[in-house]
């Protein structure tokens, strides 16, 4: 008999266990909100997207090795070869993005033009910024700066633009020149060739020089 009475609470606590957990599954049920769990799934992501985004803090040695060594790894069709370590001449936030570009003169030893190069912090690493050119093609962000008697080599930063861009130049031997321009500018996600920002620097370059004085016309 005793027996009997302990299988019967046994079952009897059993069966209020069960009945517990249903209410308390039914309540949960009841009050989710499939709406605000992806709101905060979405605000947690919001937090957490600009310290993903955040230029790292490393000593200036660091970061001089690590653009030394993108350097060193440049096709070689570019023709760069620095003499010394990336010094970095300017750092900005071209397109607004929060993260910081770094400008630096790559010290290759060119004839008459100094080699910048153009970085930026991304996917958890230091790299050259990708330029897409007219034809879809994607480079490294390298550009040219200075000048010989024939030949003129012009890298330009236009924030107002939020763009970068290279503008050569050359003499025909009777004062003339002719020029080309190549801007990229920022559409959002990437820096791509611009048409029409390319044609309006050529438009602001100098047909020939005069006594030292640029002539337009």
């Known amino acids: 008999m005793a027996r009997r009475k302990s299988r019967f609470r046994s079952r009897l606590r059993f069966i209020f266990y069960i009945a517990i957990l249903g209410v308390f599954a039914w309540l949960g049920f009841k009050y989710y909100d499939p709406v605000k769990v992806y709101l905060l799934q979405d605000k947690a992501l919001q937090v957490a997207a600009p310290e993903e985004k955040a230029s790292p803090e490393v000593s200036s040695e660091k970061l001089t090795e690590k653009l030394s060594a993108l350097v060193k790894a440049l096709p070689r069709d570019l023709e760069i070869q620095s003499t010394a370590a990336p010094e ?130």
Do not use: C
């Not at 100094?114 to 962000?141: I, N, R």
């Not at 920022?186 to 438009?203: F, R």
């Open 88 to 217: 970095i001449t300017e750092r900005l936030d071209l397109n607004g993005d929060g993260i910081e570009e770094i400008v630096a003169d790559l010290n290759d030893s060119g004839a008459y033009a100094t080699s910048y190069g153009v970085f930026e912090f991304a996917e958890g690493k230091w790299k050259f910024l990708d330029l897409v050119s007219a034809d879809g093609s994607m480079h490294p962000a390298v550009f040219w700066d200075g000048a010989s008697v024939r030949n003129a080599e012009v890298f330009k930063v236009l924030e107002d633009q939020k763009a970068l861009a290279q503008v050569s130049g050359l003499e025909d031997g009777e004062g003339n020149w002719s020029w080309e321009a190549q801007a990229f500018s920022w559409n959002g996600s990437k820096y791509v060739y611009d048409s029409a920002l390319s044609q309006k620097i050529l438009k602001e370059q100098p047909k020939r020089f005069e006594n030292g004085e640029p002539v337009f016309e």
